[in-house]
């Protein structure tokens, strides 16, 4: 069940609105369900004699009684509650207890009080009522409504016990405001998909992704298209900014301006200020080999990315709170970041998972002095890097990261579900279910390509390499060659013994750094992290000739002894096999 506080000016536009057809002819049977007195509203639905003027006159005469100036400019409190999709539907009378009952935890009506504001609830639907009350009390004074959202939340939370109504996560006070009804509103009717708040939320914390100053962030919203002003102190100093789209206009002509904070609590300027003070990223990563100098920039940016969104999920499974609330903080940049510079084919599932993961950054944990700069750094580095292609190295690439950022969002629910943040958890959980789908669109090509190279390796190496991971991961050997990326792991194994690494050490090392009991596909996160730390392409090549191929029993076994982990990207051989196939 879900309450949306707002205000505004005009009761008349209001009502007219709730007992109107709608504006796709959605109102069925606009009526009163419930009012702060039996008998002294009228219903314009049921009453064919009652008129919108005459209900707006007997809600507003407390506030035309005082004199003109001590009328509130916003005397009008809206409040529609929603029951959940699954949810049973409720009756008019149980309607009217849920009105009664919001009306008094927000402090608009008591129970008991007879000085309390005039309200009414009205209902044209099946699913929802709208709560409409007058800002002024009987005896001329205004109501005590201080968080009337968190009351009105908490309410709905008992009311969904009482009622067998599928209960909610709660509210913690972390989440960016919601557009208001009026925006939403204005929204359909310019043939926006989505409200200018909520475009500028998005486009700003898209300048702040991987910024390394105050100025790169106020030049990047600009770069952007956006009007921006800063609030400049006598000093000459920043003390805030607001930011506004082209073409948004009030009634007056004059630009509608939200400040940072009207955004998202994190986006105020003290809050960025902290955020960039904390983590300073660094430029691009040094190129650190002659594979990945022959990289385009977007792969190796990525593949770098990936390396560290690793290390995030270890921070998560720690003890560490505030290191792991900075952690999570520079994910949710790295997942701007990817957004901002994915190809066609997964932008629309990334900007989704951005947006959702938005809400798992913030909560009452403080990250104030924790170090997240690498983090950070990568996703600076993406930007830096420019747009990815969907195929080729830069395809694979992209879903080795995407495989990475998976386990970390699964980190992140976790996380947040072992610390009671249910509103964060859910919101990274859906942010890892836009990733599988994001992660599926841009594996297909790259997976497919290794799948029938290792279908057309011979099936000794095959074999071969099934000993390889019976050795190494004995108690999921069995399931993994189930799986349909098994093929993929095989191709990977022969590249990567033809590059100069012994298999079972690289297999090792890979399981070893990471549970795998996470991950819905254990071949493709261990083909990803393969490729990543043994640094081959994130492509398939050409598997070697049958003429290039030794047989099980001419193959040395692999020593019982436990193999020393081996360091991220250096080659390792055996001294008893007869050395790395070319």
């Not at 709560?131 to 939340?153: F, K, M, S």
């Not at 990475?404 to 969002?409: G, H, N, P, S």
């Not at 629910?413 to 072992?418: C, E, G, K, L, T």
Request: glycine share 6%; hydrophobic share 35%.
């Amino acid at each position: 069940m879900v309450p949306d506080i707002s205000t505004g000016s005009r009761m008349y536009g209001l009502l007219n609105y709730l007992y109107g057809p709608g504006r796709r002819d959605e109102h069925t049977d606009p009526h009163l369900v419930a009012s702060w007195m039996p008998g002294l509203a009228p219903d314009p639905g049921r009453d064919p004699a009652a008129t919108l003027k005459q209900l707006t006159d007997r809600l507003d005469l407390p506030v035309l009684a005082l004199p003109k100036n001590r009328r509130p400019a916003r005397h009008v409190w809206h409040c529609p509650v929603r029951t959940a999709p699954r949810d049973r539907q409720l009756t008019d009378a149980e309607w009217a207890e849920v009105a009664r009952r919001i009306v008094h935890a927000t402090g608009i009506a008591e129970a008991g009080d007879d000085k309390a504001c005039r309200w009414i609830a009205v209902r044209h639907a099946d699913d929802h009522i709208h709560l409409v009350a007058t800002l002024v009390r009987e005896d001329g004074r205004r109501p005590r409504r201080h968080e009337d959202g968190i009351r009105a939340q908490a309410e709905c939370r008992k009311i969904e016990a009482e009622f067998g109504l599928q209960i909610l996560n709660g509210g913690d006070r972390t989440a960016a405001q919601r557009p208001t009804s009026a925006e939403r509103s204005k929204a359909e009717r310019s043939g926006r998909p989505e409200t200018p708040r909520e475009t500028l939320r998005e486009s700003v914390r898209h300048a702040l992704a991987g910024a390394a100053s105050e100025e790169e962030f106020f030049r990047r919203i600009a770069e952007a298209g956006l009007r921006v002003e800063k609030r400049i102190a006598p000093s000459g100093d920043t003390l805030g900014y607001k930011v506004a789209l082209p073409g948004d206009r009030n009634r007056d002509g004059e630009p509608i301006w939200f400040s940072g904070s009207k955004l998202a609590p994190d986006l105020s300027l003290p809050r960025i200020r902290q955020r960039l003070d904390a983590g300073r990223p660094d430029d691009d990563a040094p190129v650190t080999d002659r594979a990945e100098e022959r990289m385009p920039r977007p792969a190796r940016a990525r593949r770098q990315a990936a390396a560290i969104a690793e290390r995030a999920v270890s921070t998560l499974d720690g003890d560490d709170d505030e290191d792991s609330a900075a952690q999570l903080v520079g994910v949710g940049e790295l997942l701007d970041a990817i957004a901002q510079t994915s190809p066609a084919s997964t932008r629309k599932e990334l900007a989704e998972a951005a947006r959702a993961f938005e809400r798992a950054t913030r909560s009452h944990i403080s990250a104030e002095r924790a170090d997240n700069r690498a983090i950070r750094s990568a996703a600076r580095g993406i930007i830096r890097a420019g747009n990815a292609l969907g195929k080729g190295e830069d395809g694979g690439a992209t879903a080795m990261l995407l495989s990475t950022t998976i386990l970390v969002a699964i980190a992140a629910v976790r996380w947040h579900s072992a610390r009671g943040h249910a509103q964060q958890a859910a919101a990274a959980q859906r942010a890892a279910q836009h990733l599988r789908t994001a992660y599926r669109s841009a594996s297909a090509a790259p997976m497919n390509a290794m799948r029938e190279q290792g279908r057309r390796l011979p099936e000794p190496v095959r074999e071969r390499y099934a000993g390889t991971l019976e050795t190494v991961l004995p108690e999921q050997a069995d399931s993994v060659r189930r799986e349909p990326g098994w093929l993929a792991l095989a191709a990977t194994l022969d590249q990567a013994e033809r590059a100069g690494h012994d298999p079972d050490v690289l297999l090792h090392q890979a399981i070893e750094w990471r549970e795998l009991d996470t991950a819905d596909s254990v071949t493709d996160v261990l083909v990803w992290r393969l490729r990543r730390i043994g640094k081959l392409p994130a492509t398939a090549d050409e598997p070697r000739a049958r003429s290039d191929v030794r047989t099980t029993q001419s193959r040395p076994q692999p020593s019982t002894q436990q193999v020393p982990a081996t360091p991220v990207g250096t080659h390792r051989v055996d001294p008893r096999s007869r050395g790395p196939r070319r």
